[in-house]
């Protein structure tokens, strides 16, 4: 890419993708859904999910499973609040990605996690095969995730987990968003 934002490159979305990753999984590990996250993890991801790995150990299991945009979202009406994880549900299938039935909600805050780890490794996928259109659809994709649903749950949840996961998305959003006007900026011209 020409002039701005750095080249997406696969190794950039392979590392996210396991940050967050790591992340979902830790989450599920508090509630007891999955096993425990392994202490011996990269130290660059090791320094970016610390804060929310401390954070986690100081909250009730009861918090982390309210995680989720239907409970967390003062911007929803209640009509919406119910809609929302078919909302979600149908957005994760329309790219790719399915929610295992009778596990979490589609809306909780580790599935939504657990999708972007999903996004980041397609689009690592794709970028290794030089498919850059097709990275480029699933970066705009994917800034539409964080700035729709990710973003908005993550800022009204009331809870220092949500918090820490919040100041690790600003920060990935912030580096997303300048791929994603590029992106969509040559697909208008092509």
Known sequence: MENGPPSPNPQFFLGLSHVYSLI?????ARIGMAERVAVEQPPESLALIEPVLESLKETRESRILE???SRCRK???KTSRIAW???????????GYAVEKGYLEPDHVAVQL???????GDIAHSLSKSNYHEASEKIIVLHRFFSAHLMPTLSQC??????RIG??????????????????????SA
Do not use: H, Q
């Open 158 to 163: 009331d809870d220092p987990v949500a918090r």
């Open 75 to 77: 911007d929803l009406d």
């Open 67 to 69: 995680l989720s945009s």
């Open 167 to 188: 100041e690790l998305a600003r920060l990935t959003l912030s580096l997303l968003r300048p791929m994603a006007i590029t992106a969509a900026k040559r697909k208008r």
């Open 114 to 120: 657990a999708f972007v780890a999903y996004m980041m």
């Open 85 to 95: 994880g078919r909302v979600l549900e149908r957005f994760y299938e329309d790219n």
């Open 24 to 28: 979902a999984r830790a989450l599920l």
